[in-house]
Structure formats: structure tokens, C-alpha cells
């Protein structure tokens, strides 16, 4: 609404009128006798009052009441606080209501107020007067809009009430009045009510108080403007338009049909109503008729003024008419229907005075003129014309005489448009109404108000009749209203000093209203001690004294008011001319009545015959009372006459209709997620299955899918079996098909079947049992069908052991895995007490005395033999020890001769050890051990590795071996030969141990090594004397360290990555925690909290938390920015190699915060679907639906953009998060990618997210412009170069599904070694990248990556360029972007860094191996140090990074690199299964200074690296250094073992720090 704008249309509005100065103007009214004739007598009318005008300029009267006062201009404006005489009585003096000390508003009205329908007025007023009084409230005071948000207010229900079962309701539903919220924040300055519109008589009844209002009443539904300066009016012109236009009219539902809207979830649409200036017009169809009235005033002056002016504008008609109209409801209002309203006249006019305020007081607004209420009528009678007999014929359309108030509300027209004639078309109009209510006496002047008003006046759709009475009271305590005695006082009249001041009312209500009060008369709500001092004639002594200081007032303070000759509005004649007009006027020239139809002075029934029609005296009855004596009226309208009762209506859910929507919304979004979930792993199992497809599959027989039940309280598994005739095997495979287990079958095979499940055991001697559950019986028959024809292969005996047994009893007969485990266990544990005579425990010495039986008869099998030896039950070594240990041959190791062989090595010399070791090369025992058999045994200590190590490498290394021992030539070996082969490492046997591995526990069958290989500085080569002077006792121990040194250890460590996580999450706490006090402290009065609860205020908080988060996760993904920032000062504040750590970190949270604010808004969604349709106009203002709608579900979530949105993002975030868990990413990585590639859409979303404002303006660009500006400039880097195609001139394919590509080096493309690129190859997709880290050193002139062929993606790409290389095809071209930074190309800034590579991780350290050699000799190297620790399975595997170490041995000139090459297929040192090929490879780097595996001069170390003591070793050797780095790269588990070993050294450290940085492969 605009509001100070106005006065410039009001101030320069102006009207020319022309003046005939020969034409006389004639003074005298018409007299009513004229108003026979319709068009006559209007015209007359019209010529009498307008006459003619002298040309002048006016300022016509605003419509929002700004500048009526130029000296305050917001006095009496719209929206402006009501006026307080006296202080508010607020609880808490601020805002609370007051009262709550006061009785019950119901018990007040039921006890106090109640009365029945039928009384009469004492003084003859009319129904006329009393609905005539409505709209002039309506006229000068609104202020019964809620407040926004809502503030419920309810009044208790009492047990006995009868809403307790009509309603189903405890209490009754009032929400507070709309306030000024820049009040109510202390005593100082309490809550202010507002009046919405202007206290003036200033017509905004009829014309709205907004300009734009104004016009769209007189705007027809085409959307032309009547040109004639008339309100729009509907064909014929007897009504308004319809409100077309949808203007925002009030539209609560009406009563009357309320079983109708809880039926179709609507009520009905403003459309129907007419277009009034009062949004409120169409409450009942007594307020609308005289709505219609002033409607058809103004229709009739604009006629005359354009009749007597044609050249005028319609614009200046319409201000014209506008004038006139408002003059004479001035003066209707104060000279004629006050003083019958209070019968006292109002004082006469003197002068307009700025100083008064002319705002409607609290008391008046609440209290005083409520008076009416207990005047109004139970209805209206809907009388005839006097032409027409007088009489009620015309309703019998209605089916009763009257129009019954209670069931009036809300549906005014049905009344107004009901046909009296069918066949002329004549409707009931407002002459009817009119005539009626002129003719019918309104209630009695007392306290006792109609069953209409008092129980049945209408509400919201939950609670559709409620008590009026109970709302005045609670209404008053609401506005903080003081008590009646304050009232009095404020009006300067004297307080009562008890309940029996109280003239006018009976002893009996007098007792009630002390109890009610509890005998305090200065607690009684002004309304009730108001209406309870009622006289016979009419308000008593307070009401009738607020009433007069408010019209008072009103018209004093009015600069516009028509008496006041100085704003030029009007001449003296108009004025005098405009004093002579009566409702009664009005009446007749805009209806169809005849001069007596009703009496002149409609505000009281007439009391002379002559005034009422010939035909009416035989309908009308005559009354006497005080205040009229011999009245003629209408019969009192009482039960009898109505014969309608009010219709009643229930309750409703307004969350019913949700239902459906809520469920499959939720449910949906539940089936995406698990869909998604259950699509993910199904193409995880079809990778796994296409790439099993190309493995070779089990011989001889067909494959059975079942799951193995591996025991009572383990998980099954799904399992494939199938039969392996070649070594009498079932074999037992995951759906990867890679062997659980093998069941031998050589010693017969026993199984069972169960009778209820489709299960099957299959018992193995000296293990546990096979147990596989089928999906179905037959499916099962067919197995055991197939292992009989197995066995019979075989020769095999197979029979069923105890058939038709229950699952559950053959279930107690299993033997499960852990049993078998846990026999194992016993047996180690007992052969060590044996064999070392260890002390154990008490427990477990009664445990082998008890089962001391099952023991001895316990044998392991040859799988349980080589698994606690961790040894390959398939290789030769395995075998050979094996048949060593097992002297009676029947293919087990019993107790006996396993406590043997380990006797052996508890308790064996040196000499003992050698014969065993002698023995295991010794097969057939014979004494002698061929030199062949002696070769092809050590080779086979190599295991697969055999392949890898060249054979005549290891015969040449054996043969020179043999003849520095004076053996050369020999064809066998004896056992004094054996031992002088080993002579220079005899003292080692000492050392030699068996490692065993039984469960999860490592047994040791000697002493710990007092020296490993990583301790033992000679391991580290002879050429590095300058390091040979290692102390044994490096390792410090950890115990003597204090945790708080450990701490503050960690964080100098970690201080920058600690630093800015914590920031981070401080400032993100802070966030969510500020978003959360707000929406539940500052916007308390918000509304929304009180709906869904503290939900609000989390859900609030998350979702600015998640701005946060989602916006700073961009920041992160700024790879080349961050790659240039790590080169500057700014890598000292900031760990940039933290980013991707941080990427997750934040994107933890994000997902958290994402997850507690859909939870939250699922439960909120339910709670702002339950409330009314009101209250979601008032709290999501930005959402529009119509008022009959009621919004549902269904509308919230997927009506507006916000709920769309919001479902939207929930979809994509699920499968960018499900598609980014570790073990679907690497097995899926295109999905990873294509999916989160939807980022873009994510955030374009999430901006729209925002732009609903469902709840709040869009804030979401405040965390997003930066970081979007950054990543944005980024991609513009990255995009620079992408779209270049890039030569690649060379391919090599290598071993273990390696591809090395050189690429052209791109012009001006620099990197620093350690450091990746992006690639995306044009043969398969030009918009895929994937990460690779570059292998070329940056000075070479070209780059080049090593890919390994793990996905499909890699494997394409191998064999793209594979199949190039055969046919001699040319290769495709790549896109490349970056190079990006990451934590390996830090290596140059510690002056001593280890190197440790695992796999294909090897492959950023071969661009930094390669950079050391292009400056190994420089001088910025010197005193440098690097160790590099390579973890292969095999050297052979990457031969290309042989080749690359063997030519940095060659150029390292100062010894920088330390390289150290670890082959995991072998054993430790001190192994026996290792001891002679440690001699071997020792004997062979003494003859040719390099390693026979490698044929590096670099150390080869057997088994996995110690990274503990090689990392304590480097500590050790340069202690003098701060900091030491120390880079892995490869498979998580190796780069977790190394952070562990760095955390732990460094909490146990007192001299250098270990610095980690990783990166996975």
C-alpha cells in the first residue's frame, strides 16, 4: 500500500467546473413525496444538491490518511498504533497478555452474557441502527488481522463445555492482533496494536484505502475503467463486479457449509464476492447490503455530475463523486445515527484542530463500541414492498422469513441474489434487507447477548463456530487492556468500589461476576464491567463516554472534514445543503421503494401510523416500552419465526489429503537411494564378473552358487563350488572366483542333508566342515549328484552320514571354522609348552590336562601346516618341509611329529639345525643331495619369483659358490659339504626361526633377533662407511615419553593442518549456531518455531551450514590456483597439501549438516502441513495460493520451487555420495566422475534453492560469490589449455598391465617433479580426465605417465594404443590439464627425505629419481640426502624403474640416493625357508657388487620393510637434521602403515620430526 506517495495525487488533484452565472440556485430539498417517481426525482435530487460550481482547485481527501495533518503527517494514517489513555497492563509489562489472574473468558460469557433470542429494544432502535453501526466500525477501525507470524492465544475449554464435544477441542483457537514490531521489546515501549486503516470518515469503506485499490473497484473484468467516473458495476448496475481481479478480500469459510469444504478440501473462492472498498464487506449479508448501498451513492452522484458536466474526465468525476460521498457519511455518521446510537448528540462543530489525534483509542477498540453486540438481531426479516402487500412471500425460495445471522457469514449474496420471481428474473436486492431491518427492532439494551454472536459467530475451518463474548475478553487482555475501575479512571469518572455499583444488572449476575472475580473489583476486564453498566436507553456511563471522545475526535482532527469551509472542499450552502441529506434519502434514490416503504428515521421504528404504509399496518405489530411508546414494527424475531438453527460443523485435519503425498514422497526418495545403492553394486559385480570372464575358470565341472554358513554367529556368504578332479579337491570361491578353500576328498568324503532347509554339511577329516545353504532342494539334489559322480571319478568313497535330520540338530554336529581355529590354537599353544617348556597360565594348563586326548589326536592338515608357516601350501619349499615333518607318511603332521620339528629349533644346536635344513633338500634321505636337485630346490625357495630371477644367474651364482667352497665338480653334496657352504653364516642358524601364524597371533620359536636387517647398519651397503655408526639401542622407548609431550609432539607436526581445521569448524560452528539463536530467540515472534519447534531453528542453522560447506568445497577444488600459491609465502600459513584431506573433511560435514536439514524439514513439512491456510499466507508470504486452497503437502514439496529443488538435491547428492565411497570409487571410478561431475547442476540448484524464500531472502550467494568467482577463474585456466591436442610419440607396453606414454611436451608447459596431470584421451572420450602422475623429470623435453590397466577406462586405453603399435596405426591424440601440485614435489625442501613407493606408486618418485640425477651434481645438492624404499611383489613388475635406478647408481656422483628394493614375495632374514638364498645373494653381491634379483648395486631386502626401525635408522644416522620427509605413495595400506610409524616415532622423538605426506593409488 503506498502510503506518503498519495499526497501528491491528493495535494495537485484538482477538478475544473463550469459556471453559468445567469442560472439560480435553488435551496429547497425536494420533498419526499417525489421519490414516487424514480428518474424525476432523481434528477431533482441531484440538481438540489450539486447545483452549480464555481471554477476552483482542490485538494481532495487521501486515502491512506497520510498528510490529513501537515503538521504530523503520519497522524491517523494507516497502519499506524492505536491510541493507549492510559498504560498498558501487560504480565510483563511488554508483551504478555495480561489477565492471567482473571476468570475464564467462557465462564464469563456463559455465566454473565448468556440470554435468549426474541428480546426487544426500550427505545425502538432498529436493525437498521445496529448493522448501519458495523460498517461505520468498519469505516474507521481494523484491527482484527492477525498477527504474522501467528501468535496463538487460545482460550481453555471448561470439562463441561459443549465444544468439549462438538469441536473435539480443549481449547478454542484465537490468534493475537497484528502489532507494530518495532514495539514490545520493553516496559519502556510495549506492544502497540495497529490500526489498518485511517480512523477518518474518509470513505475507505467504500473505496479502499490505497489509490490502486480505488481503481480496481471501478475496473470491469476486461480491465477498462468505467468512463463515466462510476464504481464497476455488474450487468444491470444494482451490484459491484465481482471480484475478478481476485483483490485480496478476506475469505474465511463460511460455517454454514462446512461439511461441504472438509469434504473437498477447499472452501470456497474470492471470486464470488463483490469488489467493495472494505476487504471485509462480504462478512455477513446485512454489512454487505449497505456495502451495495454506498456503492450505488457514489454510481448515482458520478451520473448526475457527468450528467450535468459531460466534458469532465472519469477520473474527475470520480474524485468529484468521491467528495460528495464521503460529506454525507460524515454526516450521516456523526448528526444522525450517533445520537440514536447513543441518544446524545455529539456537540456541535467549531473548528478543524491539528493538535488532536484522531486514532482510534484501545478501549474504544476493544470495549466500547463491542457494545453493539448485545443489540444484533438473530437475523433479518426479508420484507416486501408496501405495493407488494408488505409481506414475506418473497423468500419462500429461502424456506424462511429471515435471513439468520450465524448461518449469513461469509455467503452474503445467496440471499441478496435469490430470485423472488422466476419468471421476471426479479431478485431479493437490498430493499428487501433494507426494508426489513428499517422495520424490525433490534435486540434489548443489556448484558445478554444472541446464541449468533455468543457460541456461534464463525471461525476457522478446525473450529468453525466459536464465542464472540469470549474473544472480547481475551481480545482486551491480548492488547494488555487495564482493568475496568483503570477505564474509569482514564475517563475521568469515578471507580467502583464494589460489585453492587452495579446498578443495572440482577443480584443474581451481580453474585456471579463477584465469584467469577473472586471479589476484587479492580480486576474485572473492562468489557465485561462495560456492557454489564448497559442502561435501558444504551451504553452506560463509560462506553457511552469513550464512544463520544472518539467521534469527537474523529471529527475534530479531520482537516478534511466537509464542515471545515477552509480546505475549499465545500461552499457554506454545499455544506448547508449536504446537512439535509438522510440515510433515508439515500435509501430511496437508490432503490426500488416507495415513500412509505419505510419510515424517514430508519434508525428507529416509527411510532406514527402515518409514516408506514396502508398494506404494511396489517403486517407490522405495535409495542409500547420506555423509550417508545405505540411502535409499529415487524414481530419480534424469535426461535419460532427464524425456524432455522445455526448449522453446526465438526473439526479438521487440515494435514488430511497429505497423506498419500507424504508417504510416496519420502518413500520415493528412500527407493532412489537404496536403487541407487543396489545399482552400484550391481555394477560393481558385473565389473567383477566381466573381469572374471577373462580368468580362467575351475576344470572339470560344473559351478553350484550357495552360501556358506561359516557358523552360528557369522555372516554367510554367497560362495561358488565346483569340483577339481586333477587334486581331488572342492573348491570354494567368492563371486570374484577367488579360492576361499579347498576341501580335500582323497581320504572319502561324508556329508549330511537336512530334511526342513535345503542345506548340506560335508564333514572333512581334520578340519571344519563344509556347510552350503542351496536357494532350493533340486538345486541341492543336482550337487550331491555331481559330487557322487566326483567321488566315483576319483575313486573316492562317499556315503550320507545320518539322513533326515532337522537343520537345527545337524547344525550342534557341525564342525565350524572357529572350533577348528580354536583346536588349532590349543594344539600350537600345547606344542610350545612342550617343545620350550613355557610357563602358561593355569587355565590353559587344566584346558590341555581336560583335552589332552583330543590333542594328541588332532592332526593339521597340509593347508593348516603352510598357513601357520605362511608359506604357499603349493610350492616346493612348503611340500618339502611338509613330508619332512610327516615320518608316518598318511598325508597329516600329528602332535608327535610336529613337536618334533619344533623341538628342533627350541632346543637345537646350530649343527641340529643345518642336518634339518640338509634333510629338507635331502628328500629320499638317501645321504647325499644331488647338485641339480640342490639348484632346483633353491630355486623354488624363490616361489613364483623363479620366473623373474634369471635361471642361469642363480645356477652361475650357485656354481661360483660351489667353487670358492672347493665343491666345483661334485655331482651330490654331503652334509660336511652343506655345512661348509654355509660356514661364514654357521653362527647365523643360531638366529634361524620358524615363524608361525595360527589365527590372528604370531608365534616366535627362538629368541627375538638381537639384530635385524633394518638395525643392522652393514645391510645399508659398504660403500656408505660414513653410516656404519648405528647404535643398537636407536629405538627409544616410547613408555618414557609423557603423553602431554606426545601431544604438543603432534601438534608443532600438524600445527598449520590443526590451525585451519579448527578455524574452520569454529567459524562453521559458528554459522550453524548463530542461524539456530536466531530463528529461536530473535525470531521468536517469526511464528515458524512455534509450528515445528526447535526443528526450525536446526534445520535453519544447517542449512546456512551447508552454505558454508558446499560454497567452500569450490575453494578446494581449485587446483591451478593452488598449485601457483604452493610456490609462494603463502605454502608457510597454509598446508595446500591438505586440500584434498580438507576436500573430504568438508565434504563430511556438508553431508551431515545436508542430512540433519532434510530430516528436520520432513518433520517440519509434516507440521506446516497440518496448519491452516491463513497461517501459511502470513508465514510464507512469497508463496502464493488462492484462499480457498488449502496448501497441502503435496504443494510445499513439489508445488514450489524450494520443494522441488529441494528433492532434487537430495537425489543428486545420494548418488554423488554413494558413487564416492572408497570401494565403489575404485572399482568404479567413471561413475565417480560422471557423477560428480553433476556439481554444476548441484549448485544452480542450490542458488534456486534459495530464490523461494520460503523462510528466508536468499543468502546463499553471500557464501557462494566468492568461491564460485574463484573456481571460476580456475576452470578458465584449466580450459586455456585443455582443448589443445597433444602428440603422443612413443608407447611402450609393459609388464603387469603397465602403459607408458611419451607425450610432446605442450609450449610453455613447466612442472616440477613429483607433481600430475589430468588426461583425457580423444580415441575414448574427449570430456573424461583422469589423474596421472607425471614420470618424466622436468628438464627432459618431452612428458611421460605410467598407466596401469586397473579400470575400464585404463584398460581401454591400453589397448587402444596397443592395438596401434600392431597395426602400425598412429596414435591418438590426448587432452592434458594441469600440471597440478600435490605434497611430492616438497622433497627438495627437507634436507633429508625418505621415499617409500608401493606398486604402481613407485610412479611420481620416477620423475623426482629422475630429477636428482639431472642435479645430482649441482651444487644445491650437496649434503642432501635421499633413501628410496621400493615395495614390489617382484622387480619384475616394473623393470622400466630398474632400468631408471640402475642409471642413477651410475650418475650419482655424491651418493644422494640410498636405494633400497624390497621383494615381498620372499621371507624375512631370518628365516629358514630364506637362510640359504641370503647366503646366495650375499656370495653374489661380494663377487659382482650388485644384487642377483635386480642386478642393482641397491640393497635387496626380502619380506615387507620394517618402516618403524628403517625410519628410527634414518633418525639416527642425522640427528643433526629438524625435519625429515618422508613421502609414500601407493595403496592405502602403506601409506597407513607409514603415518602410523611417523606418529608413533614422532611422539617418541626427541631429535628430528617426521613430516608425512601420501597419495593413493
Known sequence: MLRRTHWVFVLYGTIFVLITPNLCQNDTKPPHSDYGARQASRKRFGEWLLGKHFLRKVEYPGYDGWYNNLARPDSGAIDRPLLRRSPAAYADGTYAPAGGNRPNPFDLSDQLLNGTIGSRSNTGKTAFLVFFGQQIVEEILDAQRPACPPEYFNIPIPKEHPYRKQHSHTEMPLLRTRFDHRTGHSPNNPRQQLNEITPYLDGGLIYGITKQWADQLRTYANGTIDPNGKLATTPGGLFPEYNTHRLPMANPPPPFHHAKFIKNHEILPVTRFFKLGNPRGNENTFLLTFGVLWFRWHNFLAEQIKLRQPHLSSEAVFNEARKWVIATQQHIVIDEWLPAWLSKPLEKYKTYDASIDPQIDQYFQTAAFRFGHTLVTPGVYVRDYNRNECGFNAIRILGTKAVRTCNAFWRPQTALTSKVNSTTGEIVDIDRLLMGMASQLCEKEDHEIVEDLRGNVFGPLEFPRRDLMAINVQRGRDHGLPDFNTARRAYGLKPYTSFDDFKTITPEVKERLRLLYRNNIDNVDTWIGGILETTSTGPGELFETIILDQFRRIRNADRFWYENLENRLFTAAEVKRIKQISVYDIVMLVTKMDALDIQENVF????????????????????SSSGCQNCSHLPILNAAQLNEPCVQGTTFDYFSGSETSFILTFTGVATFIVSALTLAYVLMQWRVRTVRMASPTPTNGQIYDAKEITGPRSPSRIVFVTFDESKKQILVMDPKETLLRAVDCSNGITYMCTIDKPALVIKVLHGYDLVLMFKYAPLRANFVQSLTLFAAKIQSAVHEHEAKLLYKIAAKKVITKQ?????????????????????YESQEKNMVDDTSLSLVETELTRYEFAEALSMDPKSAIAMSMFDLVDKDKNNFVSFREFIDFIATFAEGTAKDKAKLLFKMYNINDEGKLPIETFKQLTGSFLGRSLSEVNEVTLNNSIDELLRSKNLHGKTALTFDDFLSIINEDYDTLNNV?????????????AQQMVDEVYADVRRFGAKRQEETKLLNDAVINEETMSSRWNFLRYVERKSKEIFWVTLYTLVMIAIFAERAYYYSVEREVGGLRQIAGYGVSITRGAASAMMFTYASLLVTMCRNIITILRDTSASTYFPFDFCVDFHKYIAFWALGFTLLHI?????????????????????????????????????????????VT??????????????????????????FWYTHSLYPIYYILMVLHGTGQLVQPPIF??????????????????????KTEIIVEDVKILPSNVTMLKIAKPHGFTYKAGQWIRVACLGINAHEYHPFTLSSSPNQNYISIHVRAVGPWTNALRQIYSDAQLYDRPFSKLYIDGPFGEGHQDWNKYDVSVLIASGIGVTPFASILKDIVYKSNSEQFIGKKVYFLWVSRSQKQFEWLVDLLREIEEQDKHDVINPHIYITEFYEKYDLRTTLLYIFEKHYQKLNNKSMFTNLQAVTHFGRPNVP????????????VEKVGVFSCGNPKINLEVAASCNKINKASTAGILEHFSETF
Open 604 to 623: 428507529r421504528v416509527p411510532s406514527d401510523d402515518s409514516k408506514i404504509g396502508e398494506k404494511c399496518k396489517k403486517v407490522f405489530v405495535k409495542s
Open 819 to 839: 572350533q577348528r581355529q580354536a583346536e588349532v590354537e590349543r594344539f600350537f599353544r600345547v606344542v610350545f609348552g612342550q617343545a620350550f617348556v613355557k610357563s
Open 993 to 1005: 626361526k620358524v615363524n608361525l601364524t595360527i589365527g590372528k597371533k604370531k608365534y616366535n620359536t
Open 1159 to 1203: 530430516i528436520g524439514h520432513s518433520l517440519n513439512f509434516y507440521h506446516i502441513s497440518t496448519q491452516t491456510a491463513d497461517d501459511l499466507t502470513c508465514l510464507f508470504r512469497n508463496f502464493f495460493h488462492a484462499t480457498h486452497e488449502f496448501p497441502k503437502f503435496h504443494y510445499w514439496c513439489w508445488g514450489t520451487i524450494t520443494g
Open 1206 to 1231: 529441494g528433492i532434487l538435491l537430495t537425489l543428486i547428492l545420494a548418488i554423488m555420495m554413494i558413487f564416492a565411497q572408497t570401494w565403489l570409487r575404485r572399482r568404479l571410478y567413471n561413475y
Open 1261 to 1282: 550467494y553471500y557464501f557462494f560469490l566468492g568461491p564460485v568467482i574463484l573456481f571460476s577463474i580456475d576452470q578458465c585456466i584449466s580450459i586455456s589449455r585443455k
Open 1509 to 1520: 626401525q628403517f625410519l628410527n635408522t634414518v633418525l639416527t644416522l642425522h640427528s643433526q
